[in-house]
Nanobody, 126 residues
């Protein structure tokens, strides 16, 4: 089992920045690729970005590419999502998720992620 706890959400004006954190506990953090997803009201869960277990590879949705950056600190069992140039359409509940993998390959497919946090709300005002 892996337990995930997100933090850092809040209210920010358009053009502003926020950094989300996701602290993991349980099984070895370095066995897991990590992903960020989001869900806006009335919409399905959307892939935001992912990072492999070593931190050497990342992937992003086109909607956030160039604005969001994922990183991880394996010594702290924590993954981060740095969000910049925020837009009102970024408003959503943001979830981190963990996917066990023995390869470096990345995936944005939510069904491959076995463990999920409870989510943190991000609201961007115009």
């Amino acid at each position: 089992q892996v337990q995930l706890l997100e933090s850092g959400g809040g209210l920010v004006q358009a053009g502003g920045s926020l950094r989300l954190s996701c602290a993991a506990s349980g099984r070895a953090f370095t066995n897991y690729h990590m992903g960020w997803f989001r869900q806006a009201p009335g919409k399905g869960r959307e892939f935001v970005g992912t990072i492999n277990w070593s931190g050497t590879g990342t992937g992003y949705a086109d909607s956030v590419k160039g604005r969001f950056t994922i990183s991880r600190d394996n010594a702290k069992n924590t993954v981060y999502l740095q969000m910049s140039s925020l837009k009102p359409e970024d408003t959503a509940v943001y979830y981190c998720a963990a996917r066990y993998s023995t390869t470096q390959s990345l995936s944005g497919l939510a069904s491959l992620y076995a463990y999920w946090g409870q989510g943190t709300q991000v609201t961007v005002s115009s």
